[in-house]
């Protein structure tokens, strides 16, 4: 699969480098292609990245995700996985109980088949999300089965796994619960943690 990676941050290029190992080609859309900070990278402009994609993950900081969206061009039928927080000064998030940074995503980005995805832990996770014989769950929120099982694929794939919760409206409990992971670092003393599911 094709993937697009709109932004080339930690949690891009580490996400992009799991993704990579799993047999996926990445490109990744950065708005100054020619920077030096990217060598290394297959990089793009935001709308070429996003072109032949097959799916693509929207991995900015949350201030800059409208803009790159809008940079990306059309998404229409896309699947748009949104790893975002929308996180504001404060550690406040902008959205709360009544709306999610997701469905704000899916109105800017019309037609996009968005799923709430990798947003609930850090990178360090991310690159490893195996802990023992557990694989750290991963929460996914989505209005269509098929894009919400191509995520659950790709996050099985990269050794997560996923559970789904229902439709994108739960993404506004997801994006609180990475607040959760956020502030239980400092005090946990470490990153390499994650949140697990047990069953009985």
Avoid at 134 to 163: H, K, S, Y
């Amino acid at each position: 699969m094709h993937i697009a990676i709109l932004g080339a941050g930690r949690v891009g290029t580490t996400l992009g480098r799991r993704f990579t190992e799993a047999g996926h080609s990445v490109t990744y859309g950065v708005r100054t292609p020619d920077d030096a900070k990217h060598a290394g990278l297959r990089v793009a402009d935001m709308a070429d990245a996003c072109a032949h994609a097959e799916l693509v993950l929207l991995c900015t900081p949350w201030a800059a995700a409208e803009s790159a969206i809008t940079a990306a061009g059309d998404l229409r039928g896309k699947v748009l996985v949104d790893a975002t927080n929308p996180i504001g000064p404060g550690m406040v998030l902008t959205h709360g109980t009544t709306d999610s940074g997701a469905e704000q995503v899916a109105r800017w980005a019309t037609g996009a088949r968005v799923v709430k995805a990798f947003n609930s832990v850090g990178m360090e996770v991310m690159a490893d999300p195996v802990f023992g014989t557990q694989r750290a769950a991963l929460a996914i929120a989505g209005d269509e089965d098929d894009a919400c099982a191509t995520v659950a694929a790709l996050a099985t794939a990269i050794g997560f796994e996923p559970i789904r919760l229902g439709p994108l409206s739960r993404a506004r409990f997801i994006e609180p619960a990475a607040l959760v992971w956020i502030t239980a670092a400092p005090v946990l003393g470490t990153r390499q943690f994650a949140y697990g599911l047990l069953r009985r």
